[in-house]
């Protein structure tokens, strides 16, 4: 593979011999009934391929029973907080437990949504204006005089969501000036910091990378095409709501683009194993930044799995490479 990966993966002959792999999945955020499903959909598939998988919750269980009986490798199906914003890689680092994915201090930038923006568009990257703010600066400084400097500098439509968070909750897309109040307070609900992002319409992209251990490598583009328009929770879950294409119906050179732009995203922020970054391509063919996932979901709706079904990998094949790699590498040193 170089930039899109295309031939099945065969499994080294060190991987051969059984695994024993701890999928986390569950936990304590609104992403939980997401992360169990994706849980499930990793076990099963690792178990196909030949792993000896179980899935067990994040609690306080988790860090007795490693120790009791000890997993060549964890991988982390949680989405939410818990998964994603490196507080639990940086637990597994002090018990010495090697994990599948990005680092601690990777995943807490990947998590606040305006720092990654920051750092990708310092890289050389295209990605919608935006403001963050937090609930205090509204109720300190007065909402009506904010929300006017926002729509002045950003204009409308806008959309509205969690400075962090995934599966699309809290997104809105605001284009009228006097829905604007309401869109925050329903985001506020997710989080205390809500990000205000000028709209780009234009095709949206999911753009999975993988490492299986001779560098980051793009999968191929899946497009999104929500029956809303937007890509909100309802449109992500509900069958039927969303049409999913893999490969993106975009031309060669908007794919090159787009894979090269999920590389370079996965590698300004430090990202490691498999990350999934959304984006926006506009009609004129320029690919913008608006996301990343360092957990990206593997329901049976979600983009990752359709990606590596499009380059032509089993997903059990994909999972248990990147975990036999993580149990040959072993724990990251806090």
């Known amino acids: 593979m170089t930039d899109q990966a295309s031939a099945p993966v ?8 059984p695994l024993r792999a701890l999928v986390l999945a569950g936990g304590l955020t609104f992403e939980r009934e997401v992360s169990i499903n994706s849980g499930g959909q990793v076990v099963e598939a690792l178990t196909r391929a030949g792993v000896d ?8 269980e988790l860090l007795p029973g490693l120790a009791a009986s000890p997993a060549d490798a964890v991988f982390i199906a949680l989405h939410g907080a818990t998964g994603e914003d490196g507080a639990l890689r940086a637990v597994l680092d002090l018990a010495g437990v090697p994990y599948v994915g990005s680092p601690a201090a990777a995943c807490r930038l990947a998590w606040d949504k305006p720092a990654a923006k920051s750092v990708v568009r310092a890289a050389g990257l295209a990605t919608p204006d935006w403001v963050a703010l937090p609930h205090s600066t509204f109720r300190e400084l007065g909402a009506g005089a904010v929300l006017d400097l926002i729509v002045a500098r950003l204009g409308l ?12 909750l809290g997104v809105q ?14 985001c506020f609900a997710y989080g205390d910091t809500v990000m ?3 709209y780009v319409d234009g095709v949206e992209l999911a753009l999975s990378v993988i490492d299986l251990g001779e560098g980051p490598e793009a999968l191929p583009a899946v497009e999104i095409a929500p029956e809303s328009g937007v890509f909100d929770y309802t449109s992500r879950y509900t069958p039927g709501l969303t049409e999913y294409h893999a490969p993106a119906r975009v031309g060669d050179d908007v794919a090159a683009r787009a894979a090269e732009v999920a590389l370079r995203v996965h590698r300004a922020l430090g990202l490691a194993g498999l990350s999934r970054t959304d984006a926006i ?47 040959t590498e072993g724990p990251i040193t806090p």
Request: charge should be negative; proline fraction near 8%.
């Open 10 to 17: 065969e499994a080294p002959e060190a991987q051969r011999a």
């Open 173 to 186: 897309k605001v284009s009228r000036v006097e829905d604007l109040p309401a869109a925050m307070v329903s």
């Open 281 to 327: 391509v506009t009609p004129d063919g320029e690919v913008h930044f608006l996301e990343v996932n360092v957990s990206p979901g593997l329901t049976e709706t979600s983009m990752f799995p359709m990606a590596v079904e499009a380059a032509g990998l089993r997903l059990g094949d994909v999972l248990s490479r990147l975990l036999a790699r993580a149990a």
């Open 53 to 60: 998988a179980e899935l067990h919750d994040a609690d306080a």
């Open 196 to 198: 205000v992002e000028r």
């Open 157 to 168: 439509p806008l959309m509205v969501k969690p400075a962090s968070g995934g599966s699309s």
